[in-house]
């Protein structure tokens, strides 16, 4: 009879044991949804084309979903037009590639708390016949002097992105830029202004990071580069919320504070090695202009 009352005291515990485990458990998966579900769940982040055409947005963007609740809304366009979303309030964080913009920007109010995410180079490619006999040049402004000179085929993007404004001043440093046909705008990114360029035998100034990780399908060459003027910094802002009531800026916080993480940064200076040989960026949080 005691043994009896002893397993079935055995029986109660372990219930009640049970019981409490299970609700402990479901309290702790109630917390986590709390976390995970912010009350704003979407970001809209407004971004330039490379971010995208070198696929690093592809590996980013559902890595921050799924460990923040957040569902991001990317528009991805010329940096010029990235910035005036954001000084319209409407994006709510900036990913974008070009500094004397950027600071102007904030500067007006319209955006704060700039940082460094990584940074890449520009270089100038062209067809394997190099007209313009501009191979292996470390001077980016003679060689667009040379460019212009040889009146050879450019294809400039023409969408004010940070990409369109390098070279437009690279054109301002040089003193010429090539006249008529032999200059034209693809008013696209820079994926599409490459491959216009190849399938056409023309010269273009490109990132490094989407020339690299679309060159397999290219007809162009790396003609000029290591130009410590061809530095190309992507930094990320935040659309200023006191000036833009309507903006997410808990999302827009998390995304900023995401892209500069340890582990992301760790994400971004591996990115590519493994498809392209050689990583796309080099991850710059916590840097200042000056040291890179």
């Known amino acids: 009879?005691?043994?009896?009352?002893?397993?079935?005291?055995?029986?109660?515990?372990?219930?009640?044991?049970?019981?409490?485990?299970?609700?402990?458990?479901?309290?702790?998966?109630?917390?986590?949804?709390?976390?995970?579900?912010?009350?704003n769940k979407e970001v809209i982040l407004a971004t330039t084309t490379s971010t995208y055409d070198t696929g690093l947005l592809d590996v980013l963007v559902p890595d921050f979903q799924k460990k923040t609740g957040y569902v991001v809304k990317p528009i991805a366009v010329g940096t010029g037009q990235a910035l005036a979303l954001g000084e319209r309030g409407e994006a709510d964080v900036?990913?974008?590639?070009?500094?004397?913009?950027?600071?102007?920007?904030?500067e007006s109010g319209a955006a704060i708390d700039r940082r460094l995410v990584m940074h890449n180079s520009f270089a100038i490619v062209g067809p394997a016949a190099d007209p313009a006999g501009i191979r292996n040049s470390k001077d980016a402004v003679s060689a667009f002097k040379k460019i212009a000179d040889s009146k050879v085929l450019f294809f400039s993007r023409g969408d004010d992105s940070g990409t369109d404004k390098m070279e437009k001043d690279l054109w301002k440093r040089a003193g010429a830029r090539p006249d008529g046909p032999v200059y034209q705008e693809t008013g696209q990114g820079m994926g599409a202004t490459l491959r216009i360029a190849s399938e056409k035998g023309g010269y273009t100034l490109t990132d490094r990071g989407t020339f690299l990780s679309q060159k397999k399908t290219l007809s162009l060459e790396v003609k000029v580069e290591g130009d410590p003027s061809l530095l190309n910094i992507y930094s990320v802002m935040l659309v200023n919320p006191e000036k833009y009531p309507?903006?997410?800026?808990?999302?827009?916080?998390?995304?900023?504070?995401?892209?500069?993480?340890?582990?992301?940064q760790s994400i971004i200076q591996s990115f590519g090695l493994d498809k392209f040989g050689e990583a796309l960026f080099v991850a710059d949080a916590g840097k200042q202009e000056e040291d890179l």
């Open 1 to 39: 009879m005691m043994l009896y009352f002893k397993i079935q005291e055995f029986r109660l515990f372990a219930g009640r044991s049970l019981v409490l485990i299970m609700a402990s458990v479901f309290l702790v998966a109630i917390a986590s949804c709390n976390q995970s579900a912010p009350a």
């Open 94 to 106: 900036l990913l974008v590639h070009a500094p004397s913009s950027e600071k102007k920007l904030i």
């Open 246 to 264: 309507k903006v997410n800026a808990q999302g827009a916080r998390a995304f900023a504070d995401y892209m500069v993480s340890r582990e992301t």
